[in-house]
């Protein structure tokens, strides 16, 4: 995307399932479902928000793109039934996971409430030199959700699939798929030498004493909520299941480059 070689990755192993399998015989080019849908919402420049931020001007935006994925989804046959999806697990903050949770087979991974994971941004009306005082993470659209999952297939190939979307709890759902994998969390040690060979570098403004933001600059791919808890280490490999990476434009892209 814009131009930027790929990482150097392995591919993990992957298992099967039934549900939304539609979206998996797409042909689309990076065969996960993700582009394709993102396409329906103008591709990445879908991703771009309006600024100023604001909440009002979200919820146009991020509701405009669920009328668009709902038509799309329509036309297509890609709604699934949360019966489709077996077992309802406790998941995180950002997700309901769905499936046996079985090591080797799929589980499914279904957005949950009124925002799409969450997106870092420039608040251009705080003046500072510390990157922490006026970069925000702000709730993400659809496109920005999409996105992000198609980039982290560069970082792990073939992690993210697309499988359709729901109702689920009252509200509009993105259902995608990750691999469940027999794994611990990865240590701080670990994340930091697999990014620095990877040739991203600590964002050092950083408040914590564990960088948990990183940035390529000849990739122009930033990665944020780098941690513990979100990377996996699984048969000598990282998995990054639940980072957030950004290509940075504009303003976010020159406060990286500074840092």
């Known amino acids: 995307m814009h131009g930027e070689p790929p990482l150097e990755t392995s591919h ?14 797409e042909g689309t080019s990076d ?20 600024e100023p931020w604001t909440p009002s ?88 959700y ?9 970082l792990h190939p073939d992690l993210n699939r697309l499988k359709g979307f729901a109702q689920l709890d009252g509200h509009f759902s993105i259902i995608t798929s990750q691999p ?14 697999w990014l620095s060979d990877l040739g991203f570098k600590p964002v050092r403004d950083d408040i914590y ?5 990183w940035y390529n600059a000849e990739q122009n791919l930033a990665l944020f909520d780098v941690g513990e808890s979100n990377v996996l280490y699984s048969d000598g490999q990282l998995v990054p299941i639940d980072i957030i990476p950004v290509r940075p434009q504009n303003a976010l892209r020159e406060a990286l480059e500074r840092f």
């Open 146 to 154: 999409l996105l992000r999952l198609l980039l982290l297939n560069i």
């Open 209 to 213: 004493s564990d960088p948990v933001r």
């Open 57 to 144: 001007g979200y919820a146009v935006v991020r509701d405009q793109q669920i009328g668009l994925l709902s038509e799309w989804a329509a036309s297509h046959g890609f709604w699934i039934s949360q019966d489709e999806l077996g077992r309802r697990n406790s998941g995180r903050m950002e997700h309901a996971v769905f499936g046996g949770l079985t090591a080797g087979k799929l589980a499914f991974k279904a957005t949950k409430g009124t925002k799409f994971g969450f997106w870092p941004f420039i608040d251009s009306q705080t003046v500072s030199t510390r990157l922490d005082e006026y970069l925000i993470m702000r709730p993400g659209t659809p496109a920005q």
């Open 31 to 50: 065969g996960s479902g993700l582009q394709a849908a993102l396409d329906v919402l103008g591709g990445e420049s879908g991703a771009d928000q309006p």
């Open 12 to 25: 993990p192993d992957q298992g099967g399932s039934a549900a939304g399998q539609a979206l998996d015989h």
């Open 180 to 193: 469940w994998y027999d794994a611990r969390n990865a240590a701080w040690a670990e994340i930091k030498r």
